[in-house]
């Protein structure tokens, strides 16, 4: 038997530093009556949106902004109404123009999601990515994924 790689490893939640708690609402399920696929990028867009524009963060400086350009979800096992959840996010790497972090979603102490997203820094006139400043990359500090090694 291999080992299984950190990609594949089950998430704990204590290695995400920003952590939200949510409810899985009855609009959220689709005909098998457990939550759609397509709900969970919600939850992580809602994990993303509120850390990033939360004014205390100082992560989006005037006239930037933050576009999502990639999302990669692993469903880990079904999530049913009522009930809920734990969304839980943690910065994995930094580009030149981009934050990668590792997402979750936790109900009842269990990996029901966990996701990859990718977001680029961009120009809200030209629409082109930008550099990330110093200031954000300070400022995104607190955020690193427990278990990360980061300069």
Not at 30 to 55: C, I, Q, W
Not at 124 to 150: A, C, D, Y
Request: charged share 25%; net charge neutral.
């Amino acid at each position: 038997m291999t080992a299984r790689s950190r990609d594949h490893a089950l998430p704990q939640l204590a290695d995400f530093p920003f952590r939200l708690a949510d409810n899985v609402r009855f609009a959220d399920l689709d005909p098998n009556n457990h939550v759609n696929n397509a709900v969970y990028a919600s939850y992580f867009e809602t994990g993303r949106v509120t850390l990033m524009k939360d004014p205390n963060a100082g992560l989006i400086p005037p006239g930037l902004s933050w576009v999502l350009v990639r999302l990669d979800i692993h469903f880990r096992s079904e999530l049913h109404w009522p009930g809920k959840i734990e969304l839980g996010l943690g910065l994995v790497k930094l580009g030149r123009t981009s934050t990668h972090f590792d997402q979750v979603v936790f109900s009842e102490g269990v990996c029901v999601a966990s996701a990859r997203a990718v977001t680029v820094l961009v120009d809200e006139t030209s629409r082109k990515p930008t550099p990330l400043t110093e200031k954000i990359i300070t400022n995104l500090g607190p955020w690193w994924r427990r278990g990360i090694e980061h300069d």
